[in-house]
């Protein structure tokens, strides 16, 4: 004989609450205490509760999902992956649940929003590699659909965003290269048709300037890009171009092809050349400990970017929620013992 399912009703009896204050507790409710959200959502995990989503749908018009829409290419050092655990985290016991849309280079990035808007399939929808004026974020703007990005455009005052302070991330790197004596430095930019490379190609010319430096894009090839990729764009610079005593490099894929391009060509690293990275897990210092490095805190990220959908879905009235994480240099490796 199947089991009955947990309902509302079954937490009621188990927890002593009304079956009203149970539901408002699954929702994380403002006037439900802390204590009695601990309790009741301890039993609906206990004994298996799962939320009737067709039920919902049909009593509110909701569907409680919020849908990730992501983009994905190349992210071997797993940032995106631990985004998106990070917003699961951060969901569990709001009564939302996630769909992930992962899209890669060549797909219409407009395809998977109009879906989730046009069908409803969601009540929120998270998005990154964000652009100034991205089409994505106009389109859901107009038509008044609750959505959070990761990162600024410029219509940014208006919507909420979790965003890296990649103006300071790069003139950090400027001002310590300068101070280390680099004067032509190289940067392995990400994308240029997004917002976080005019921040971090702003932050880094003004401090290069300040420094007596100067600096160039690597072309041919993004931060996004493989491994494979960026070491042969690099060779391929190094190779016939000048001079270059330092690297920017906005990711920690860029950072350990760098490396390995540096070193095929016969550059010590921390001697010849210094390479200035940007990473989602301090790694690099154990990878090579001559590279520096700053922090990005992507699993606060996730946890803003869930609240600030949650709230874009039941306050609309309320501002939006937005925040910007200041850079931050990583704890010194201790040496084994």
Same mark, same amino acid.
């Given at each position: 004989?199947?089991?009955?399912?947990?309902?509302?009703?079954?937490?009621?009896?188990?927890?002593?609450?009304?079956? &009203?204050? #149970?539901?408002?507790?699954?929702?994380? +409710?403002?006037?439900?205490?802390?204590?009695?959200?601990?309790?009741?959502?301890?039993?609906?995990?206990?004994?298996?509760?799962? &939320?009737?989503?067709?039920?919902?749908?049909?009593?509110?018009?909701?569907?409680?999902?919020?849908?990730?829409? !992501?983009?994905?290419?190349? %992210? #071997?050092?797993?940032?995106?992956?631990?985004?998106?655990?990070?917003?699961?985290?951060?969901?569990?016991?709001?009564?939302? @649940?996630?769909?992930?849309?992962?899209?890669?280079?060549?797909?219409?990035?407009?395809?998977? $929003?109009?879906?989730?808007? /046009?069908?409803?399939?969601?009540?929120?929808?998270?998005?990154?590699? $964000? *652009?100034?004026? %991205?089409?994505?974020?106009?389109?859901?703007?107009?038509?008044?659909?609750?959505?959070?990005?990761?990162?600024?455009?410029?219509?940014?005052?208006?919507? &909420?965003?979790?965003?890296?302070?990649?103006?300071?991330?790069?003139? $950090? +790197?400027?001002?310590?290269?300068?101070?280390?004596?680099?004067?032509? #430095?190289?940067?392995?930019?990400?994308?240029?048709?997004?917002?976080?490379?005019?921040?971090?190609?702003?932050?880094?010319?003004?401090?290069?300037?300040?420094?007596? +430096?100067?600096?160039?894009?690597?072309?041919?090839?993004?931060?996004?890009? =493989?491994? &494979?990729?960026?070491?042969?764009?690099?060779?391929?610079?190094?190779?016939?171009?000048?001079?270059?005593?330092?690297? #920017?490099?906005?990711?920690? =894929?860029?950072?350990?092809?760098?490396?390995?391009?540096? *070193?095929?060509?016969?550059?010590?690293?921390?001697?010849?050349?210094?390479?200035?990275?940007?990473?989602?897990?301090?790694?690099?210092?154990?990878?090579?400990?001559?590279?520096?490095?700053?922090?990005?805190?992507?699993?606060?990220?996730?946890?803003?970017?869930? /609240?600030?959908? $949650?709230?874009?879905?039941? @306050?609309?009235?309320?501002?939006?929620?937005?925040?910007? *994480?200041?850079?931050?240099?990583?704890?010194?490796? *201790?040496? !084994?013992?």
């Amino acid at each position: 004989m199947t089991p009955k399912r947990p309902t509302l009703k079954t937490i009621s009896e188990l927890s002593g609450f009304a079956v &009203p204050t #149970v539901s408002r507790a699954l929702k994380n +409710a403002p006037d439900i205490g802390a204590e009695t959200k601990r309790k009741v959502r301890q039993i609906a995990a206990d004994i298996g509760y799962v &939320p009737n989503r067709a039920g919902v749908r049909l009593r509110t018009g909701k569907t409680n999902v919020i849908s990730l829409v !992501l983009a994905t290419d190349h %992210d #071997v050092t797993d940032h995106t992956g631990r985004l998106i655990a990070s917003i699961a985290q951060a969901l569990r016991g709001t009564g939302y @649940h996630m769909i992930v849309t992962p899209f890669s280079s060549g797909e219409d990035r407009m395809d998977s $929003i109009r879906y989730v808007v /046009e069908t409803g399939s969601a009540d929120a929808i998270i998005i990154n590699q $964000i *652009e100034p004026e %991205d089409p994505r974020v106009a389109y859901m703007m107009e038509r008044g659909f609750p959505f959070a990005t990761y990162g600024r455009t410029d219509w940014c005052r208006d919507h &909420p965003y979790f965003d890296f302070d990649n103006g300071a991330f790069g003139a $950090i +790197a400027g001002k310590r290269l300068t101070e280390r004596g680099r004067r032509n #430095v190289l940067l392995v930019a990400p994308p240029l048709d997004q917002s976080y490379t005019r921040h971090m190609i702003d932050g880094l010319r003004g401090a290069l300037n300040a420094g007596g +430096a100067q600096f160039e894009i690597l072309d041919g090839c993004n931060s996004d890009g =493989t491994n &494979p990729e960026i070491r042969s764009c690099l060779s391929a610079r190094l190779r016939t171009g000048g001079a270059v005593d330092g690297i #920017v490099c906005p990711s920690t =894929t860029a950072a350990i092809s760098s490396v390995a391009a540096l *070193e095929a060509f016969g550059c010590a690293l921390g001697e010849d050349v210094d390479v200035f990275a940007k990473e989602a897990i301090p790694f690099l210092g154990i990878f090579r400990p001559q590279i520096l490095s700053v922090i990005e805190d992507v699993v606060a990220a996730g946890q803003f970017l869930a /609240e600030a959908a $949650i709230r874009a879905i039941e @306050h609309p009235d309320l501002p939006p929620m937005q925040a910007i *994480e200041v850079a931050k240099l990583p704890n010194p490796i *201790e040496p !084994l013992a």
